[in-house]
């Protein structure tokens, strides 16, 4: 009897399993079309495609552009957002920038940024302030303004997030490592790069993502000498612009520096002629000149004439 008894359960429980109202059913599911459309590359190929890319972009130019500004960070629980603004965007390797931000109404100078190498000037209007200092300064003084440690933005972070750069793997000290990675949208290759620090051990530098249905890098990041993360560059609505595909969303992050900058480009124009007066600023009359120095580092010595 008890195997009489047996027998029925593992009958009932097939039944169960292999009818229609069985725990196992199939589920449709859309799949997104970047997955689909994946392409396949090497790590030469996509090494030499970051090469090109590089070198076909020479300059930038975005006329209109929507520009916005957070600084903070999520540790301090408190974040900042400023109002989004018009502009105008002009960059040019080796290392040139200017931005312009406008006022959303009256279409005057909110913020006036050049930055050329590792000088750069701001304009700021509101107080008629003009400050120069040095993208490689860590943290600001100045004996003018009790507040210069509040500049933790530096031109030549969004220069760098604009202008792409190959990898330097022909440099001995440099290796570089790829695999592959995917989301609920996409698919990427991931190139790490990394420097030899001695021994057995390897220190990060980059790592760039590029997704695969359309082969451009999609997300960069950079890291400090101990590994922690410096910045990060998100790059979407890809449009082509003389041959190259060139992002019209572009989110900048600094997480160290504590802010974050987000550009939606109307369109871009690819090597346009910039002439030399594009890069060239001078305090306007009446405006307070502010010399942002190295913290620490006394009172300022020369800087460069704009």
Not at 94 to 113: E, G
Request: aromatic letters at 8%; proline letters at 7%; glycine letters at 6%.
């Amino acid at each position: 009897m008890r195997w009489a008894h047996g027998a029925a359960v593992l009958i009932c429980m097939a039944a169960v399993t292999t009818s229609a109202c069985g725990v196992k059913r199939a589920i449709p599911v859309a799949v997104p079309p970047r997955i689909l459309e994946a392409k396949t590359a090497g790590l030469d190929e996509l090494l030499d495609l970051l090469r090109s890319r590089s070198e076909s972009i020479v300059s930038l130019a975005a006329n209109s552009l929507r520009i916005t500004f957070t600084s903070g960070t999520l540790e301090s629980g408190r974040l900042e957002e400023y109002r989004s603004a018009p502009g105008y965007l002009l960059v040019s390797r080796p290392a040139r920038l200017r931005l312009n931000v406008q006022n959303p109404v009256t279409k005057t100078t909110i913020l006036d940024m050049l930055s050329v190498g590792d000088d750069f000037a701001i304009w700021y209007p509101r107080e008629n302030k003009f400050f120069t200092g040095r993208n490689s300064v860590k943290e600001f003084a100045s004996d003018e303004d009790t507040q210069a440690d509040r500049f933790t933005a530096r031109p030549a972070h969004l220069l760098e997030a604009l202008l792409p750069q190959p990898l330097p793997v022909d440099d001995p000290e440099m290796r570089v490592a790829l695999e592959e990675r995917r989301d609920s949208e996409a698919k990427y290759y991931v190139l790490s790069l990394f420097r030899e620090k001695g021994g057995r051990v390897l220190e990060p530098v980059r790592r760039v993502w590029i997704e695969r249905s359309q082969l451009v890098p999609a997300k960069e990041e950079w890291f400090t000498p101990d590994g922690a993360q410096a910045g990060t560059v998100s790059c979407s609505r890809f449009a082509a612009v003389g041959g190259v595909m060139l992002p019209l969303s572009i989110v900048l992050e600094r997480p160290a520096d504590g802010y974050s900058i987000d550009l939606e480009v109307k369109e871009w124009k690819i090597n346009p002629d910039l002439p030399a007066a594009a890069f060239t600023m001078e305090p306007p009359a009446g405006a307070r000149r502010v010399v942002l120095r190295e913290k620490g580092a006394g009172k300022a010595g020369s800087w460069k004439t704009w």
